[in-house]
């Protein structure tokens, strides 16, 4: 039993001990050190009033307010903590209520404002209720100092000093301990926006490498796919150009041609969409060459001059007189223009006008080369035109014309290529395809 009670005993004072060596314990002693000091001082200044003379009222006046001085800010640095840690264990408690997640420490200029014009608020109402006091404490020193010989009201003076005195030095505290939290809230506050913006950008890095991991994907099925459909189609249309050779009657031979010729458009889509695959990869070796845009149109003309006399669509044809000469790969420039115009006649509309414009404009850096088209559409343009330049896509959703959808895909993915501009403006039934390249000035093509 005497054994159980020395171990409890010990228990104990170790507890007290642990308690003291800590630093707000060591805080508590310290106040009440210096809180009895204080009070020493102030009773000796109290107790003389009325025969003590000036010098030594302050002398015990000021020593009082330093150890005063002293105390508040022990005491209300303690005070500060504890309801700085209550408030945030408060906001802890209501943050996971609201979430439903695991309390979390609440780090916000907002919260830390709050207590801090909270506790300004508590420090000029005490300040104003000890000034009101110490109001009637001077009325009493000078009624009980009135009756000594030397009425000596300097301790009535030390105490209203004592009142400015306290409350400078909580407000000094207060601002201490709020700057010291406001550097806390500044640094999580930092850490957390470092958090979320390495977050959204390692999110960002994910959704870029899935993007190009799956355009690769896509780009890679579609060669595939194209160059395997390359052989069995080369097949047929050797197999059906030797039947056409053969003695057939007229059905088989109207069978034959049909078979013909959407062989031959099966064949120029897969070309088309293989070319269009390796152009986007990347994949591709260009030729560039000095050649004139408007002459490249003509010739485009010439090639085409049969398909535009049958489609019953009037051509006009603007090009100007400015200098229109560029450098770049001239077979691609040809697909682009080509594609272009192809696509102003599968879907124009019947006795429609078609205007072909070239431009060149002088810039900074030195001229603007533009080639546009302009048609009226047969169907109806009820779609954006970043979905007009999608693969597949097409103006006709009917699929009833000759299209395959993969015409301004084409002139979009060449231009970016070759480093030029390709724009689509509709309005109404009125469609414009704008191709742009930027030529450099003399002085800075020499320097390359």
């Known amino acids: 039993m005497a054994t159980k009670w020395k171990n409890t005993v010990e228990t104990k004072v170790k507890k007290i001990a642990k308690a003291i060596l800590t630093k707000t314990g060591r805080d508590i002693i310290a106040s009440v050190i210096f809180?009895?000091?204080?009070?020493?001082?102030?009773?000796?200044?109290?107790?003389?009033?009325?025969?003590?003379?000036?010098?030594s009222t302050w002398i015990l006046g000021l020593w009082g307010n330093f150890f005063l001085g002293l105390t508040s800010v022990l005491i209300y640095r303690l005070c500060l903590n504890i309801t700085y840690a209550n408030t945030d264990q408060m906001d802890q408690l209501q943050q996971a209520e609201q979430t439903e997640q695991p309390k979390q420490p609440v780090y916000t200029y907002e919260r830390w404002k709050r207590f801090y014009h909270r506790q300004q608020l508590f420090c000029c109402i005490t300040g104003g209720v000890l000034l009101f006091v110490s109001f009637f404490i001077t009325r009493w020193i000078a009624d009980y100092a009135r009756g000594w010989y030397r009425s000596n009201y300097s301790s009535a003076y030390v105490t209203v000093f004592t009142i400015f005195w306290f409350f400078i030095v909580c407000e000094w505290t207060l601002y201490r301990f709020m700057r010291r939290q406001l550097d806390v809230v500044m640094t999580k506050t930092r850490e957390n926006n470092q958090k979320i913006v390495n977050a959204a950008m390692e999110s960002q890095k994910e959704s870029i490498a899935a993007a190009i991991k799956s355009e690769k994907l896509k780009v890679d099925l579609i060669s595939n796919v194209s160059h395997d459909l390359k052989t069995p189609?080369?097949?047929?249309?050797?197999?059906?150009?030797?039947?056409?050779?053969?003695?057939?009657?007229?059905?088989?031979?109207?069978?034959?041609?049909?078979?013909?010729t959407k062989a031959q458009k099966l064949k120029e889509m897969i070309e088309s969409l293989f070319s269009l695959a390796k152009t986007s990869s990347g994949n591709i070796e260009l030729k560039p060459e000095p050649l004139n845009l408007n002459r490249l149109i003509e010739q485009i003309y010439a090639d085409m001059e049969d398909k535009i006399t049958a489609s019953g669509l009037e051509f006009v044809t603007e090009l100007t007189a400015a200098?229109?000469?560029?450098?770049?790969?001239?077979?691609?420039?040809?697909?682009?223009?080509?594609?272009?115009?192809?696509?102003?006649?599968?879907?124009?509309?019947l006795h429609t006008r078609v205007f072909l414009k070239t431009s060149s404009t002088p810039t900074e850096k030195g001229r603007l080369i533009r080639f546009e088209i302009t048609n009226t559409s047969a169907y109806r343009m009820d779609f954006t035109k970043e979905q007009i330049v999608e693969r597949f896509v097409r103006g006709d959703k009917?699929?009833?014309?000759?299209?395959?959808?993969?015409g301004l895909a084409i002139v979009s993915t060449y231009t970016s290529a070759l480093g030029g501009q390709f724009d689509v403006f509709i309005d109404c039934d009125q469609f414009k395809a704008?191709?742009?390249?930027?030529?450099?000035?003399?002085?800075?093509?020499?320097?390359?």
């Open 35 to 55: 809180g009895i000091v204080a009070i020493i001082f102030f009773y000796a200044m109290y107790e003389g009033t009325g025969w003590r003379n000036t010098e």
């Open 233 to 260: 189609l080369t097949s047929m249309v050797g197999y059906i150009d030797l039947l056409k050779k053969e003695e057939l009657n007229d059905t088989a031979a109207d069978y034959v041609e049909v078979l013909s």
């Open 323 to 349: 200098d229109t000469e560029l450098v770049t790969d001239s077979s691609y420039l040809y697909r682009i223009c080509q594609n272009l115009i192809e696509n102003a006649l599968k879907y124009s509309a």
């Open 398 to 406: 009917a699929r009833s014309s000759e299209g395959n959808g993969l």
């Open 434 to 448: 704008i191709v742009e390249f930027e030529k450099a000035a003399a002085s800075d093509t020499e320097g390359q």
